[in-house]
């Protein structure tokens, strides 16, 4: 057996590439691994049996044998430093060549690391700008592990990357690791065509190598009747839906009954009323969206009720007697918070709200508590679908003693709710380690993407419908000891209906995935062969690789021209410029003070978002108008993309408000306003611009044009952002910090790196250019 290659030790692996004594040898990794190795691969295997050692053993295999560089892409930033500590620990490298790539790290700082970097771990958005903007090249990277592959559908930076990947470097490898794909074939296929894959393995807990690892996982299911108070006021808010079902039926368009009529069912409908909006549009369309919309505030309402309780309905109710009384507010919350019975519901809500609550919460209390009475040490999990409710939960855990519940919500702030920041989320996870909590009251947000240590106790509040977020949840316990999930679920309520829905999704992705398996998985031996052998079957490519859907698309005639487009660097998130970039566009990225796409010295296009579109018409802050006036004085032909299909119904303004505004856009402005459907189609107008203006008119791209006068905060801003290495948010962060650009440049390197976003490099730079002397 080659030296080269894993051999088998009692308890530890050996590699080259690996420290001695550091993973320990589990026979179904190495058949997992094995397999991988014998072409791009997708491995599904549950949470806690080792996806990152499976993807240690390839990278160290394809390193060795190809050299070049690895790629590790995790979706998160914790979850990329806990990938890199790992592989600093385990891995035979020097430290300085496994780096961490996530946006905090400066753009040139990136490409400088690169460079001399042997196995890079970083979030996917970092990589698709590098990629975008030249930065890097993935020419010499010879494996790419993918972590959550479940993501790698639609426009995620998974995809895009992929494609470059395949197109670019010299011997690609891709191993693309989840516990749960999904349960329908075509997002399976969508998974597997994104990222090239050729084979699927499959392990699962029951499976006979994997067993001696696989602590056992006690599942319950705990049902709960729905108290008569919450029913009348269920009854209630379910009269007002029966009355918006007739009155859809009125305008000529029936739905389901409510029985049969789920938030999946209402959305649908939503699409089609919004593509029968042609030309003026019909007013029974608008009625009819109108109404739905009320229809989707009842249906959650009724969720909220059946499930989580009297304070959740009290609280989002609240949220919609906010909304309707406010200026901006819509006519369907008005409206619906005007209806007899919900005046009703909310009377009852005031007398019964804060005497009766959902059985649920007595119930998690229990069970909450008799775990940790009957093992003090132990940690516990629930989550739930709603912040509110992490909110009660965690008041009510805390009454009791010898529970220490921590609420651990997402990033994003809502109404009267301020998120977490990443740097918060992680605090609190330290601190549920070492015991300082011991309940984690959770929203989806610890279902993937961060370090959560195994639990003893899961605790559902309420079932969900998804067979992916189901996995992730129960993957949270039972991976060093015996593990316990509780599944709490009301009666005859649609509880009961997630449950079953989750359950049969579990089982259809196995089955979906073993069959897969049997169509995909390698053809030439088992995956222990190709370690033993000292070989990887199927790694050998000769000089033609797999087309790509794109390179069979007839190319545009450009007369061998490369088109060219400069892009606003803020753009570099909407998904446009990877579709120029497939289209095969030369992009140049660059701040533009005008205009967000330039394709000759006289045409720049302004995009917008139908729904940023309409709420420029209702927020006075935006600038819409300022932003058009701008463009139409520095370029001759000034260009507006409107992209989206709701441009009428994204906001519920009235069409004819609409309509003078892009009259007014067209005719005062002089500015030609072009529809687009979505980020891809865009794209194509572009290059049709560009052609037209490169080709044929043989115009120069010359980016120009400054902003009309700007505030004297605006000014500040552009000055200070305007040094080296500084971008608009750390210039903002600066001038807060010392409340003028005199002070800024009178601070000390010491000073300066007391701000956010501003390093050490940077406050080198700020001091050099200040304080150095002009050598004209």
């Known amino acids: 057996m080659s030296e080269s290659f894993f051999t088998n030790e009692p308890a530890f692996m050996r ?51 190809f050299g070049g560089k690895a790629l590790v892409l995790s979706p998160t930033k914790p979850l990329v430093e806990q990938h890199a500590a790992f592989f600093k620990r385990v891995m035979a490298l020097p430290e300085e060549e496994v780096l961490t790539f996530t946006g905090s790290i400066s753009p040139a700082e990136r490409e400088e690391l690169w460079a001399r970097g042997k196995l890079i771990v970083s979030t996917p958005q970092v990589i698709e700008n590098d990629i975008l903007t030249k930065r890097i090249s993935l020419e010499d990277v010879s494996h790419v592990t993918f972590d959550e592959a479940h993501r ?15 197109e670019t470097a010299k011997n690609p490898h891709v191993l693309a690791i989840t516990a749960s794909p999904g349960s329908s074939d075509e997002k399976i296929a969508e998974v597997c065509e994104a990222l090239h894959i050729e084979n699927v393995a499959v392990k699962t807990e029951k499976d006979r190598d994997v067993q001696p690892y696989v602590q056992e996982k006690e599942i319950e299911w705990e049902k709960v009747s729905l108290p008569p108070e919450m029913k009348e006021i269920r009854d209630l808010l379910e009269k007002i839906m029966d009355d918006r079902i007739g009155k859809l039926g009125e305008l000529g368009f029936p739905a389901a009954a409510r029985q049969n009529m789920s938030k999946k069912d209402l959305i649908a409908l939503q699409k089609k009323l919004q593509s029968e909006l042609r030309g003026e549009g019909d007013s029974a369309v608008f009625t009819a969206l109108s109404v739905l919309a009320e229809m989707m505030k009842l ?13 959740s309905l009290q609280k989002y109710l ?26 009703k519901a909310l009377h009852r809500l005031k007398e019964n709200g804060n005497g009766v609550e959902h059985p649920k919460l007595g119930l998690a209390q229990k069970i909450v508590s008799v775990q940790l009475e009957k093992s003090p040490e132990s940690r516990a999990i629930v989550f739930t679908n709603y912040r509110d409710t992490a909110e009660m939960v965690t008041d009510a855990l805390s009454e009791i003693p010898g529970i220490f519940p921590v609420r651990f919500v997402g990033q994003s702030s809502k109404y009267k709710d301020k998120g977490l920041t990443q740097k918060k989320q992680v605090e609190i996870i330290e601190k549920f380690k070492e015991g300082e909590y011991n309940v984690l009251v959770a929203t989806s947000v610890a279902e ?7 639990t003893d106790l899961v605790l559902f509040y309420e079932p969900i419908p998804s067979e992916i977020r189901s996995i992730q949840r129960k993957g949270r316990t039972g991976r060093q000891h015996k593990g316990r999930v509780v599944v709490l679920v009301t009666k005859g309520t649609r509880d009961e209906a997630y449950y079953w829905s989750s359950k049969n999704k579990e089982k259809k992705m196995l089955n979906s995935m073993h069959g897969l398996e049997s169509a995909l998985g390698p053809k030439k031996g088992s995956g222990l062969s190709a370690f033993e052998n000292g070989t990887e079957a199927g790694t050998e490519r000769g000089p033609e690789k797999q087309k790509t859907l794109g390179e069979f698309e007839f190319p545009c005639e450009t007369g061998g021209e490369t088109l060219r487009v400069v892009v606003d660097h803020r753009e ?16 140049s990225f660059k701040t533009l003070e005008v205009g967000d796409y330039v394709v000759s010295d006289r045409i720049a296009v302004e995009r917008k978002r139908t729904d940023d579109f309409a709420s420029s018409l209702i927020d ?24 989206g299909g709701d441009l009428f119904t994204a906001r519920q303004i009235n069409p004819n408000s609409i309509y003078g505004t892009l009259a007014s856009i067209a005719i005062d402005f002089g500015v030609s306003i072009l529809y687009s459907r979505d980020e891809e189609e865009t794209a194509a107008i572009l290059k049709v611009l560009a052609k037209r203006e490169q080709v044929e008119n043989k115009r120069e791209v010359n980016p120009h044009g400054k902003k009309s006068a700007s505030t004297l905060a605006e000014q500040q801003e552009y000055l200070v952002s305007s040094i080296s290495d500084i971008g608009p948010k750390a210039a903002r962060n600066l001038l807060l910090h010392f409340g003028s650009v ?8 010491e000073e300066l790196k007391k701000v956010k976003l501003i390093g050490p490099k940077t406050a080198a730079k700020i001091r050099e250019i200040v304080a150095s002397p002009y050598k004209g």
């Open 318 to 343: 609240e949220k919609l007697e906010q909304e309707a009384c406010a200026k901006g507010g819509t006519k369907a919350a008005k409206r619906l918070m005007e209806d007899l019975y919900m005046r």
């Open 620 to 643: 006075g802050k935006r600038n819409l108008f300022a932003q058009l006036s701008d463009l139409a004085r520095a370029y001759t032909k000034p260009f507006l993309i409107i992209e």
């Open 299 to 311: 249906n959650h309402g009724i969720e909220l009720v059946e499930t989580q309780g009297m304070l």
């Open 572 to 587: 570099t998130k909407s998904g446009v410029a990877k579709f120029l970039d497939r289209l095969g566009v030369e992009l």
């Open 448 to 454: 993937e993407g961060l370090d959560i240590p195994s």
């Open 15 to 65: 590699h080259p590439l690996i420290k001695p004594d550091t993973v320990e040898q589990r026979l179904y990794q190495l058949n997992l691994a094995g397999k991988a190795l014998e072409g791009s691969s997708l491995v599904v295997l549950p949470t806690g049996l080792g996806k990152t050692i499976i993807a240690l053993f390839v990278i160290a295999s394809r390193l060795q044998r």
């Open 742 to 749: 005199e002070a800024i440049m009178k601070a000390d390197i």
């Open 152 to 166: 790698a559908v639609g426009n995620y930076a998974y995809t895009f990357i992929a494609e470059k990947y395949f």
